[in-house]
DNA sequence: ATATATGCTACAAATAATGTAGCATCAAGG
DNA sequence: CCTTGATGCTACATTATTTGTAGCATATAT
């Protein structure tokens, strides 16, 4: 059973959203789901093609899971965000930018 | 060994950054670690009770990854974030943001 | 009826996380 | 010195999660 806001956690009794949310986000693959869905739905199939071919029994588990927490749904087209979904994704865009900056860093720490 | 941009990760032989940081941070407590860093150094053993109880295993191997990775750093104060680990935590500050909403719009859902 | 695409499920093997115990080092007090 | 308490871990068996591969069921198009 997925886990919502309100909900215990592993590690947290609260259901402080942003636990839920670390709970889900901590889990293999669930970044990279929500980034290849930033730029157009996609079929299951791509959506495993574009994940290295993550094993369909993960792809299968998160996808119910972010479906339930409201943050992608599934439609003729495939798979793509919500609304909700579209909002997280524009975090990951900045952490994109941020990560390359952080990349700099490390390289000239070297 | 860990994995350093510029270098192949989990689904992902580019060494793009955000594929980095999504392989780092998309294992179990890394989030929460980071977090809980928001406010004050702490010791391993606090750091420990502030999450859980997690296992000092997982703890310890997160650790080692994100002061390799230039987040975090360990003095005689305890372990606390780096100058990047603080510009990250700020983000997922803007996640915890965020996730309230989420949870409300979850909420009137239901 | 075949062919092709889709969204999966099954399952054994490999990998990671958990929970508990306890060790080694250090600094402070008696 | 010799405990006491705190710190940063390591060891290790158990349990949970992930991986990789095969293939099934349904639908649409030929």
């Known amino acids: 059973m997925t886990v919502k806001p309100g909900q215990s956690v592993r590690g947290s009794t609260t259901g402080r959203p942003i636990m839920v949310l670390f709970d889900v986000l901590g889990q293999r693959w669930t970044l990279r789901i929500l980034w290849e869905l930033r730029l157009e739905r996609l079929t299951f199939r791509e959506l495993r093609s574009q994940c290295a071919n993550v094993s369909p029994t993960v792809l299968n588990a998160r996808l119910k899971e972010l479906r339930e927490l409201n ?4 439609d003729e ?5 919500t609304g909700l979904g579209a909002e997280l994704a524009v975090q990951l865009g900045t952490l994109d930018d941020w990560s390359q900056k952080w990349a700099k860093s490390l390289d000239t720490q070297r």
């Open 71 to 74: 943050l992608v749904d599934h």
């Open 77 to 81: 087209n495939g798979y793509g965000h």
